[in-house]
Nanobody, 127 residues
Framework: VQLQASGGGLVQTGGSLTLSCEAS????????MAWFRQAPGKEREFVAA????????QLADSARGRFTISRDNARDTVTLQMTSLKAEDTGVYLC?????????????????????WGQGTLVTVSS
């Protein structure tokens, strides 16, 4: 599976940004998808995940109420809409995929279960 993330950039505090990740190599509807982020000097952290058909989502506490994850299985794309951005949202955002996962999204909030990773897109929130 190849994952190509895009949409990062520089935004002011309180602003919005939408990230996209396009997948190839597997039937997209067979992939559970997620976003993680990694700030300089910090460990990779879970942001959001979405089930294969999009019926279930899981958000980190830091993202809840501000970020929305969605997917378009016709376009092989998962999207992360981010609003009310804060300086602490700065980091490289990586999309991840897991093929034919049967686990609940709540069990997939660490890096280890995810098999495929994209190269990431940088988000910088200036205060």
């Amino acid at each position: 599976v190849q994952l190509q993330a895009s949409g990062g950039g520089l935004v002011q505090t309180g602003g919005s940004l939408t990230l996209s990740c396009e997948a190839s190599g597997r039937v997209f509807a067979d992939l559970t998808m997620a976003w993680f982020r990694q700030a300089p000097g910090k460990e990779r952290e879970f942001v959001a995940a979405i089930s294969r058909r999009g019926g279930s989502t899981q958000l980190a506490d830091s993202a809840r109420g501000r970020f929305t994850i969605s997917r378009d299985n016709a376009r092989d794309t998962v999207t992360l809409q981010m609003t009310s951005l804060k300086a602490e949202d700065t980091g490289v955002y990586l999309c991840a995929a897991r093929w034919r996962s049967s686990q609940a999204l709540s069990e997939l909030t660490t890096s280890r279960p995810w098999s495929y990773w994209g190269q990431g897109t940088l988000v910088t929130v200036s205060s």
